[in-house]
């Protein structure tokens, strides 16, 4: 097929490395321009690929693979703005110290976090959660009494299951009070695999 | 029904806007043209209405730009056509360059049509909305700009290949 027949049938022009280019020029100017509601990225981890997602308040979105990325982003789109963007560059930070932290180099992150996407009970519960340290482990049934709701620990347990934050928020630190692992955003792998990692070795 | 994430917009449509780009403007110029298209939709984005059909609004977007590009260098001293394409070691590279030059050299109306019905596949119908002019001779412009350009190729000195059906009308 010559040139002008794969213009009539609109297969001619197309070049991937233009197409990158204009990318990462879009999202240059994007950013200096302050177009950007929601900047994110994926991140490589021993738990799977994350994927990671800030508004110019901080960290607002961690997604597992199997909550599926597209699914989270429209998501995003709805309940926050459909002006998302990738932008790796300004999620370096988050990338770093996720790697920091799968690499037992980090126990505490350091990071601003948008907590807009929970609210009411399921935040308060997530707020007590960041006060659960690395390596400890606490209770559904601890969670729900602390919180003042003793009786709330179905609830608490949704609150787990819908944290936005996962891995920043520690919800695999929470266990049933029979010892059994529980539920986890992420799957139960996973959750197996951050309790292990936090372990002293 | 909401706006899907503009990052899935830039992935479905960058490579149309790009080569829309390219049909009207020398190569340095597209490339800006179509990063500055996808600036001012990104701006716009949250009022667009949704279920619109976004690739006919980014065509619409890119078209503005191309055209503001082209009045901006007119202004100039400098003819668009004695300014070099791209840099000369860079033209080896691009085996397309000889169709995208007759393109550029197309009349106006004729580049606009047939680069929005056959480089972004919209219908005639969109193609009109947004030279501002009627479908029929929406129709008329990428008819005429194709025979041209069929009529370049055919005449193409030894070594182009020829087109590789005799049809008169695309």
Redesign the interface.
Same mark, same amino acid.
């Given at each position: 097929?010559?040139?002008?027949?794969r213009?009539?049938r609109?297969s001619?022009?197309?070049?991937s490395a233009?197409?990158e280019?204009?990318?990462a020029?879009?999202t240059r100017?994007?950013t200096s321009?302050g177009?950007?509601d929601?900047a994110?990225r994926t991140v490589d981890t021993p738990v799977g690929v994350l994927l990671v997602a800030s508004t110019p308040l901080g960290l607002v979105r961690v997604a597992y693979d199997r909550e599926g990325h597209?699914t989270v982003?429209?998501t995003?789109?709805?309940e926050i703005?459909?002006?998302?963007?990738?932008a790796p560059e300004q999620l370096d930070q988050v990338a770093r110290q996720l790697d920091d932290y799968f690499a037992r180099r980090r126990r505490h992150f350091d990071l601003p976090l948008d907590l807009r996407l929970s609210r009411g009970f399921r935040a308060t519960v997530l707020r007590f959660l960041s006060d659960v340290d690395y390596g400890r482990t606490v209770s559904y049934a601890d969670v729900a009494s602390a919180v003042g709701s003793p009786r709330a620990v179905r609830a608490v347990g949704t609150a787990c299951a819908t944290n936005p934050l996962p891995v920043l928020i520690p919800c695999h630190r929470v266990l049933r009070s029979d010892g059994t692992v529980g539920g986890y955003v992420g799957g139960p792998e996973a959750k197996r695999a951050l309790l292990a990692l936090e372990r002293p070795s | 029904m909401?706006?899907?994430?503009?990052?899935?917009v830039?992935t479905d449509h &960058? /490579?149309v806007?790009?080569?829309v780009c390219?049909?009207m403007l020398p190569h340095y110029d597209a490339?800006d043209a &179509? /990063?500055d298209a996808?600036?001012a939709a990104?701006?716009a984005?949250?009022r667009l209405r949704p279920g619109s059909d976004i690739r006919a609004w980014l065509v619409t977007i890119a078209h503005r730009k191309a055209i503001d590009v082209t009045r901006r260098r007119s202004r100039q001293a400098v003819p668009v056509e004695s300014l070099p394409d791209i840099p000369a070691t860079a033209q080896l590279d691009l085996p397309?360059e000889?169709?995208?030059t007759a393109?550029r050299a197309l009349p106006d109306k004729q580049r606009h049509a047939?680069a929005y019905h056959?480089?972004a596949?919209l219908p005639y119908a969109q193609v009109a909305m947004i030279m501002e002019i009627s479908e029929v001779a929406a129709r008329r412009n990428a008819a005429d700009g194709?025979r041209t350009?069929?009529n370049t190729?055919a005449s193409a000195p030894s070594g182009?290949?020829?087109?590789?059906?005799q049809e008169r009308t695309?």
């Open positions: 097929m010559n040139q002008l027949d213009l009539l609109g001619f022009g197309a070049d233009a197409v280019q204009l990318r020029s879009l100017q994007a321009a177009l950007i929601v994110f597209d982003l429209d995003l789109a709805q703005s459909p002006r998302i963007l990738s | 909401s706006l899907p994430p503009f990052d899935r830039v &960058a /490579a806007v790009l080569r390219r049909a490339e &179509a /990063a996808f600036l990104l701006e984005y949250p397309d000889r169709l995208w393109l047939v056959y480089l596949d194709v350009l069929r190729f182009a290949s020829a087109p590789s059906s695309p």
